[in-house]
């Protein structure tokens, strides 16, 4: 079963950028489309990018275009997701969330990580 | 972007009780229509998805249907670890994916 572990909390500076990891197991990476998905407290979900099967390629919110980056390790089965120029408003749980082959083309998110919680404070 | 639009917001039922979630979309999204169940300080779970198929291990109380812009989540017999949020996505465009903004099931 795949399972998709995150790295620990984080507080950052404004204007610093955070690092986020979400290794995968039970699966290897290569066979699931990535995504990333943020939550600021108390508020629904936001969807920031992640893997298009259907163009072969990575894709972002516009929202987030220029300030986000989404890499992948396929050696270590391990997903990043960089998110640079941090406000106060950046504060949030962030998700990856992925979907196996067989719905790739449906763009669910059947497994999420636990979440990363990023703190931006002076 | 294809906006989705839950309703209610919230609810109050019992264990026991029958409830429905609906969901629109402000274009067709055929049946690329996803649902997820969030508990406080967890991750979402899937519990549907193409709008009406259950998740592995999901329990068959929950049920799901729609196409086009109306979706529902069904779930009978509510039970205590039914109480949560749930939420719609689309599917349909990647660009970008969209969620609902949620309805919280509360214990009466």
């Known amino acids: 079963q795949v399972q998709l572990i995150q790295s620990g909390a984080e507080v950052k500076k404004p204007g610093a950028s955070v690092k986020v990891s979400c290794k995968v197991t039970g699966d290897t990476l290569s066979e699931l489309s990535m995504h990333w998905v943020r939550q600021a407290p108390g508020k629904g979900l936001e969807w920031m990018g992640g893997?298009?099967?259907?163009?072969?390629?990575?894709i972002y919110a516009e929202k987030f275009q220029g300030r986000v980056t989404l890499t992948e390790d396929i050696s270590t089965d391990t997903a990043h997701m960089e998110l640079s120029s941090l406000t106060s408003e950046d504060t949030a749980t962030y998700y990856c969330?992925?979907?196996?082959?067989?719905?790739?083309?449906?763009?669910?998110?059947?497994?999420w990580g636990q979440g990363t919680l990023v703190t931006v404070s002076p | 972007d294809i906006q989705m639009t839950q309703s209610p917001s919230s609810l109050s039922a019992s264990v026991g009780d029958r409830i429905t979630i609906s969901c629109r979309a402000s274009q067709s999204l055929i049946n690329y229509l996803h649902w997820y169940q969030q508990k406080p300080g967890k991750a979402p779970k899937m519990l549907i998805y193409?709008?009406?198929s259950l998740h592995v291990g999901v329990p068959s109380r929950f049920s799901a249907s729609g196409s086009g812009t109306e979706f529902t989540l069904t779930i009978n017999n509510l039970q205590p670890e039914d109480f949560a949020t749930y939420y719609c996505?689309?599917?349909?465009?990647?660009?970008?994916?969209?969620f609902g903004g949620g309805t919280k099931v509360e214990i009466k």
């Open positions: 969330a992925s979907t196996s082959s067989a719905l790739r083309y449906w763009f669910s998110l059947d497994q």
């Open positions: 893997f298009d099967p259907e163009n072969d390629e990575k």
């Open positions: 996505q689309q599917g349909y465009s990647a660009r970008p994916l969209t």
């Open positions: 193409a709008a009406s």
